[in-house]
Nanobody, 120 residues
Framework: VQLQASGGGLVQAGGSLRLSCVAS????????MGWFRQTPGKEREFVAG????????DYTDSVKGRFTVSRDSAKNTVYLQMNSLAPEDTATYYC??????????????WGQGTLVTVSS
């Protein structure tokens, strides 16, 4: 299984970015796909996730109403649309995958991180 994350960058506060995670190596219909973020010295935290089969999504409270997670089965890609970005959203973002997982489970597979920097 390979997860390839991309889309990070530098953006001003209030701006938007869309992260992508391309999944390959198997069929992901039974997988839970999550986005996590981490800043130096802190633990990696759950941001948003989606059940591939039915598209049910979860969000941590701090991003509700600003971030949207989605998937495109034809492209085997999961997206994280991030709007109204704030400096506290600055982090390295990772996508993760776990079969029959949930927002509470640690992914079995991780993509490489993509850095999001939000300037004030």
């Amino acid at each position: 299984v390979q997860l390839q994350a991309s889309g990070g960058g530098l953006v001003q506060a209030g701006g938007s970015l869309r992260l992508s995670c391309v999944a390959s190596g198997r069929t992901f219909s039974s997988y839970y796909m999550g986005w996590f973020r981490q800043t130096p010295g802190k633990e990696r935290e759950f941001v948003a996730g989606i059940t591939w089969r039915d598209g049910r999504s979860d969000y941590t409270d701090s991003v509700k109403g600003r971030f949207t997670v989605s998937r495109d089965s034809a492209k085997n890609t999961v997206y994280l649309q991030m709007n109204s970005l704030a400096p506290e959203d600055t982090a390295t973002y990772y996508c993760g995958a776990r079969q029959y997982g949930s927002r509470w489970s640690t992914p079995d597979y991780w993509g490489q991180g993509t850095l999001v920097t939000v300037s004030s």
